[in-house]
């Protein structure tokens, strides 16, 4: 057996599991794709290869085979470095963390788990309903009314549903909107459908109910296309055998979740599939997800689970961002590593946690200090960073005070903003020295993302929007920095802020090197860069000429020379780097107040056109506010 460890795996194979893998990949994720083999006696890709036409998926006008979608889902999973396994997944343990995945030659630890296996329509096995020679599956029999029954071969003809529940009540109903009559055929003599799904549908005078009846063989048409042309149908109670001219068949007979691999792990419903919290995909086990139809029974369509894929795979990656770096399980045994030192000594006694705490003792190196445990590492979140952003922008320094000027009194006022506003009640508690190394980190990123976004903005072209423009940016930031951006909520909170510009202008100006600036910055100003900027000042300041130097000032005469020239060049770069800065600011500057005109503008135009869209008569107000909008477009 072969043992593969990841942060994300992913179970399933159709638009589920593949958008699951497209999000999880982009976001650096590196997840595994179980797409198996034969599961449920259907190819990898599901109920798509099953279907020839897709004609409501968007982004395909003219229609796409089921097959070359899938195809294409499975192309775009591999280029952003999903691996893709077309193995089974026969057996799951989520009782404890890693989670444990087993095929017949792999086992996989997984740190979060998206289920999306699917579910099989039930169809009904009589002479012609299969697929291949003398069979008519996807050539007139379906088991998707929603999926096919717009198709052109079955419109303005007779058609069949089989069934008695409210999916045969629902689907018999709508397509009625493309048959010239629909029949439903039951076994029984009543439905169990709901009441009131039985008076819509015996109610329309397009549908004929067909009771103790059912299907026993089907056949082609007439003129030998290959398609269906009618049915068999047998009096369950009598015997007897009539002719069905149809030419559309639909099971209806309900669907068969792909649960049965789980072992009751998961929390199931009544029918089957694995039961979510509302509005999200997480499931009764914390780190593993569930999307697609296996979750899904009243959509059941390609487009909303590839939704419900995008859903767990950021259900994931923020359920991945809260556990952090918190790998050991309470009462879990761990085995340190073995730690060298100096003396040839190590450590590799293994310690427990409980709660959060070991309960090992400190170790000794060479010169007999001891070193304590560093503390788990917490990542910041993005309501964090939000809260974090807000206590810089209205923490101010203190003009009179000089202690206040201080980047440690600095920081210490922002941790206690931090810690006193009301969204960070239920937030982890943040230190000076956090909050300063956070800040520093989202003002580095944030400055190189708005150049990339200033150089994306004056190649923007007509007919790009604006989240056109921001996807640019990132490209152009991944492209420089070799890594994504993440941090767009810090952007979009600092991009309008006039604070933020000036700070960042004066630092520009300032070029970094001065103690005022590291100050101004909320940084520490070290001895070294202290000693560096002394040597650099006297360098540049001529000191008076002495006695003794004096005599010799006519041999010293080239080296000042010299030392003159250096300072000028020196001064003129120093001029010239920071006017390249101040100008790009400006520059920047203007273009977001450019683009708060142009937003300004496009408001008042949408304005204008919902008052000259009122069909009723315009009050006095609107009547002035319309007549002002077309006097300034004007």
Known sequence: METHKTKVCIVGSGPAAHTAAIYAARAELTPLLFEGWMANDIAPGGQLTTTTDVENFPGFPDGILGVDLVAKFRKQSERFGTKIFTETVNKVDFSSKPFKLFTNTRTV????????????????????????????????????????????????????????????????????????????????????????????????????????????????????????????VKNVVTGDVSDLKASGLFFAIGHEPATKFLDGQLELDEDGYVVTKPGTTKTSVAGVFAAGDVQDKKYRQAISAAGTGCMAALDAEHYLQEIGSQKVELGQVVRATPLTVYNGASTSTPFTVYNGVSTSTPFTVDNGETTGRRETRCKWSPAEDVVLINAWLN?????????????????????????????????????????????????????????????????????????????????????????????????????????????????????????????????TFSSSSNTKSNVEEHAMVARP?????????????????????????????????????????????????????????????????????????LSEKEETLKNKLIDEML
């Open 109 to 232: 630890l997984a740190d979060a788990v998206i289920v999306s296996t699917g579910a099989v329509a039930k169809r009904l096995s009589f002479a012609g309903s299969g697929e291949g020679a003398g069979g008519f599956w996807n050539r007139g029999i379906s088991a998707c009314a929603v999926c096919d029954g717009a198709a052109p071969i079955f419109r303005d003809k007779p058609l069949v549903v089989i069934g008695g529940g409210d999916s045969a009540m629902e689907e018999a109903n709508f397509l009625t909107k493309y048959g010239s009559k629909v029949y439903i055929i039951h076994r029984r003599d009543t439905f169990r459908a709901s009441k009131i799904m039985q008076k819509r549908a015996l109610s329309n005078p397009k549908i004929e109910v067909i009771l103790n009846g059912s299907v026993v063989e089907a056949y082609g048409d007439e003129n030998g296309k290959g398609v269906l042309g009618g049915l068999k």
């Open 395 to 523: 923490t101010d320094k203190y003009i009179i005070v000089a202690t206040d000027q201080r980047a440690s009194s600095f920081w210490k006022r922002i941790a206690a903003y931090y810690s006193s506003s009301p969204a960070a009640a239920s937030l982890p508690k943040r230190e000076s020295s956090h909050c300063k190394q956070r800040w520093q980190k989202i003002n580095d990123s944030v400055c190189k993302f708005v150049e990339c976004y200033d150089h994306a903005l004056r190649q923007r072209t007509s007919g790009q929007s604006e989240d056109d423009v921001v996807q640019v940016a990132y490209q152009f930031y991944f492209d420089d920095c070799k890594k994504r951006f993440t941090l767009e909520h810090a952007w979009r909170k600092l991009r309008h802020s006039q604070k933020w510009y000036s700070y960042i202008s004066k630092c520009s100006k300032s070029s970094g090197s001065s103690k005022r600036a590291k100050l101004d910055e909320g940084g």
């Open 545 to 617: 000429i002495g006695v003794k130097s004096s005599k010799g000032e006519g041999e010293n005469v080239v080296t000042k020379t010299t030392n003159e020239e250096n300072v000028v060049t020196t001064k003129t770069t120093n001029e010239e780097r920071e006017s390249n800065s101040r100008s790009r600011l400006e520059n920047l500057w203007a273009l977001n107040e450019k683009d708060i005109a142009e937003r300004n503008k496009l408001s008042r135009i949408e304005l204008l056109r919902s008052l000259l869209g009122k069909t009723e008569k």
